[in-house]
């Protein structure tokens, strides 16, 4: 996708959290953290709760994104060109990236000695959310709610957007019975893979948190399963974009012509037996 991407000279962030994975590992890689790996020792507690501030920070903006965009999505659908921000779409910014630096803040303040929270710093596993404390569990229970919202919001927006679409396209068939509904269908399948991979990249996230929240506990299991989903979310859309772009389009263009063929082929062969029988 990125090679398609320079190809294009189109330059877009498709995921804020895959993206960001180079810039922690970068981040990571100085010598105080990388001599405490080397000696086998987990970082500095300063060094852990810097790294999942970030972590946090990006993971939250993130959430907040997919919300937003389901949300436009829903609205433009339903309202087209009346629904603007206008000059203040500078707001979307503001939420998307000033919602988790807030968290971020809030859940670390203890670093700049300003109250008491101390979530962020070590667990058994990795650099985030203490759970030995009650701030980190409340935390991971707002974290996991986020996540489950990330997955249900935009699961609404897209059923409300497949209903109006799907009103939209028995409209136009009553219309005209030569109607072409091949765009609604194609909308309706992207809608459905990114749901996909929505659900696919935080029921992990959403699952640990839960599980954190109701039994305190961290079963290895759901350590790996939310390990292995969350740094999914890139590759995953690499592929679908791949497939969509690549593969089914293809299919869908070759199946669109060879219709057109068959029935031009059709009307020739009409227009001769109507001229031979004249």
């Keep these: 996708m990125f090679c398609d991407l320079i190809r294009n000279q189109k330059w877009k962030i498709y995921n804020l959290y895959g993206s960001s994975q180079l810039l922690l590992e970068c981040f990571a890689f100085n010598r105080s953290p990388l001599d405490d790996l080397l000696k086998g020792d987990n970082p500095s507690d300063l060094i852990c709760r810097i790294l999942g501030g970030f972590l946090s920070v990006f993971m939250f903006a993130e ?36 919602g988790p630096i807030c968290y971020s803040i809030i ?21 985030f959310l203490d759970i030995s404390v009650l701030a980190g569990r409340i935390m991971w229970s707002i974290t996991a709610a986020a996540a489950c919202l990330c997955v249900a919001l ?7 957007i497949y209903r109006r679409l799907k009103e939209h396209a028995n409209f136009m068939k009553e219309v ?14 992207k809608l459905l893979v990114f749901q996909g991979i929505v659900t696919f990249t935080f029921c992990g996230i959403a699952s640990y948190g ?10 290895t299991g759901l350590v790996w399963l939310t390990v ?10 690499a592929v679908a974009y791949y497939l969509q772009e690549y593969v089914f389009s293809s299919r869908d263009r070759s ?3 060879a219709s057109k063929n068959s029935t031009g082929n059709a009307s020739k062969q009409a227009s001769k037996t109507a001229i031979s029988i004249v």
């Design 176 to 189: 005209s019975n030569n109607a072409n509904t091949d765009f609604t269908a194609a909308i309706i399948k």
């Design 210 to 219: 839960i599980c954190i929240a109701a039994f305190q506990t961290e079963p």
């Design 107 to 127: 859940a670390g303040a203890d670093l700049f000695d300003q109250c008491s929270v101390g979530a962020l710093g070590h667990d058994y596993y990795w650099c």
């Design 228 to 237: 292995l989903t969350i740094n999914s979310g890139g590759w995953v859309n």
């Design 154 to 160: 935009p699961a609404v927006c897209y059923y409300l």
């Design 63 to 98: 959430l907040f994104l997919i919300d937003v965009m389901a949300l436009f999505m829903l609205l433009t659908v339903y309202y087209g060109n009346r629904f603007s921000l206008g000059s203040y779409d500078w707001m979307l910014f503001v939420v998307v990236i000033g």
């Design 255 to 257: 199946k669109v012509e």
